[in-house]
């Protein structure tokens, strides 16, 4: 099983997943993006259930997208009909063991403006205007959506909930597990990974170390909050330690950011002098 999640931003959609793959009693790594850029909608899915059966399935949901484009037929009817004719043809032939039963999430660039994004849950399409979660992690991935991500997010903050959504749910969530993927496609049509550029942010397994570091504070702070056995005092002393915690954390990224930069401006002019005295040689 796994986590996936899509997010529907004012810029574009974020999807993400876990890499962890079962086979038997054997665990590895693994992408669960399946992306058709050569498509002139473009689509990209994430999906969580029986690899082999998805991959099957995904496949010919994009050949249909194939078809239906060129002759600018109804793209997400198009969808609607290949993900019912899949599950009715597949569904029955379900075991204890393997379950046969899409599970999806698609985005699509359609009218070239914004991306749209989609839900298949077997036989049934339906859109996705805020974000949805899939997957063995789905409910404490559902709790991050609901109390962390607002329908006014951009993509670039949506990524970063969605690496602490990628983080919860592989460290509490069953079958969940090994690196996070994130995705970020913009309502222009472009797309890239998250994060791409340490000159903006830090790694994902860094995030994930200072999301670690942070939760017993967390806890302490939240389930205090009403613990009124606690003087003014106490509360107030857990609550400078989390500040304090956070400001030392925030304040070492940054600077670690700024050391690359620097580096990166360093590096670039030693090249740039390296070029200059080429150019004066006789």
């Not at 859109?127 to 607002?150: I, K, N, R, W």
Request: net charge negative; charged share 25%; hydrophobic share 40%.
């Amino acid at each position: 099983m796994t986590i996936a999640a899509g997010f529907r931003c004012v810029d574009g959609v974020v999807l993400c997943a876990d890499t962890e793959m079962s086979a038997g009693y054997s665990k590895f790594s693994q992408s669960k993006f399946r992306m058709y850029n050569k498509l002139e909608s473009r689509p990209a899915f994430i999906y969580a259930g029986d690899r082999d059966f998805s991959f099957m399935a995904i496949r010919q949901i994009a050949k249909e997208i194939a078809r239906a484009m060129p002759k600018r037929a109804d793209v997400v009817e198009a969808i609607e009909k290949k993900a019912l004719e899949i599950h009715t043809r597949y569904y029955p032939l379900s075991t204890e063991q393997r379950v046969f039963d899409l599970q999806a999430i698609v985005v699509i660039h359609l009218d070239q403006k914004e991306r749209r994004l989609f839900l298949i849950n077997g036989p049934t399409v339906s859109p996705v205007d805020h974000a949805e979660c899939l997957g063995t992690g789905s409910f404490l991935g559902t709790y991050v959506l609901q109390t962390m991500f607002s329908k006014h997010a951009t993509v670039w903050e949506a990524a970063h909930v969605a690496a602490y959504l990628l983080f919860l749910t592989k460290t509490h969530g069953a079958y969940c597990g090994h690196d996070s993927e994130i995705m970020i496609f913009s309502n222009t049509g472009g797309w890239q990974t998250f994060p791409n550029d340490p000159m903006e942010t830090v790694s994902i397994k860094e995030m994930e170390a200072d999301f670690s570091a942070l939760q017993f504070n967390i806890g302490n702070v939240l389930t205090n909050l009403l613990n009124f056995k606690l003087g003014k005092k106490e509360y107030a002393a857990i609550l400078k330690g989390f500040t304090e915690r956070m400001e030392t954390l925030r304040e070492k990224r940054s600077k670690q950011i700024q050391a690359y930069i620097e580096r990166e401006i360093e590096r670039q002019e030693a090249y740039q002098q390296e070029e200059d005295n080429l150019e004066e040689e006789p």
